[in-house]
């Protein structure tokens, strides 16, 4: 079924390996149970390309360590969206796109909580396959839409989606995968269903992360496969706040990034020409 996956589609496998992985670990961030049959041997092959590359036998890592970097998003994510939901009024969550993840099935959610998962009919159909018949630990709605189609939204108002009630969203391993303009088209989409008091979280590079010699080896990895990554931005509050939405954006290493587990220096926002991730997460003015 991996043939049916375009290459960004598969990616999500490299992302459930890589939590199959922390899983495995003694210290790990969080416990995925599901992660390695969701991630199969075509995910294992992606991490070992990535281990590869980030990981040289005769030579010390230049490259950011993918795996450290997984670990704290997906703990930095979870923690978010459960801390979303402590709001008695938030109680609809959206994962654009859904990929591999398993939150819906390895984490507790209040009662009522509607939990949604966008993606395309192949990624869906694939991911229902490998779970086989596992149950969903929340009221949980597969959107089958592309997010590049005209009506997606229309696809998840008839699952159950109210845009006049709270929500928080998740755009995770998704906006430096697409061009610029199909990223602001993409916020201003999500920020038309987002009443006031909504809150969004994403991850989003810088634009020397995708310039830099320094980030060559993995760069060409991802274009190897035939997904390059083609957007970051320097001020993602400011590309944000143009949608409605008042966020911060925080790097792997920072205080509240950092569960221990990010073994490189943090650069101060001012130093120019340094590669960043950011972990961006706020709500809709």
Request: with cysteine; aromatic share 10%.
């Amino acid at each position: 079924m991996t043939d049916l996956l375009t290459p960004v589609e598969r990616t999500a496998l490299l992302t459930a390996a890589l939590r199959a992985a922390e899983t495995l670990r003694e210290d790990r961030l969080y416990e995925d149970p599901y992660a390695a049959r969701l991630a199969g041997e075509a995910g294992l092959g992606l991490l070992a390309e990535i281990r590869a590359a980030t990981f040289p036998p005769n030579a010390p890592r230049s490259l950011p360590s993918t795996p450290d970097y997984n670990a704290i998003r997906t703990r930095f994510f979870d923690d978010y969206l459960q801390e979303a939901v402590r709001n008695p009024a938030v109680r609809q969550v959206v994962l654009a796109p859904a990929g591999m993840d398993s939150r819906a099935y390895r984490l507790g959610w209040p009662r009522n909580t509607r939990f949604f998962e966008v993606d395309r009919p192949n990624v869906l159909a694939f991911k229902d396959a490998r779970l086989g018949g596992v149950a969903p630990r929340v009221a949980h709605r597969a959107v089958a839409a592309d997010l590049t189609s005209p009506d997606w939204e229309e696809r998840l108002i008839a699952a159950g989606y109210a845009p006049d009630e709270p929500s928080v969203w998740l755009l995770e391993g998704l906006l430096y995968y697409i061009p610029e303009q199909d990223t602001r088209r993409m916020l201003a989409r999500v920020a038309a269903l987002s009443r006031p008091g909504s809150l969004i979280a994403a991850d989003l590079v810088n634009p020397a992360a995708l310039t830099l010699p320094s980030m060559r080896g993995l760069l060409d990895v991802f274009a190897g496969w035939g997904c390059p990554w083609l957007f970051g931005s320097d001020t993602p509050e400011q590309l944000f706040a143009e949608f409605g939405f008042d966020v911060r954006a925080v790097q792997p290493g920072d205080p509240e990034a950092d569960f221990g587990r990010w073994p490189d220096p943090v650069p101060d926002r001012s130093v120019p020409d340094v590669r960043r991730v950011f972990f961006v997460h706020g709500h809709r003015r």
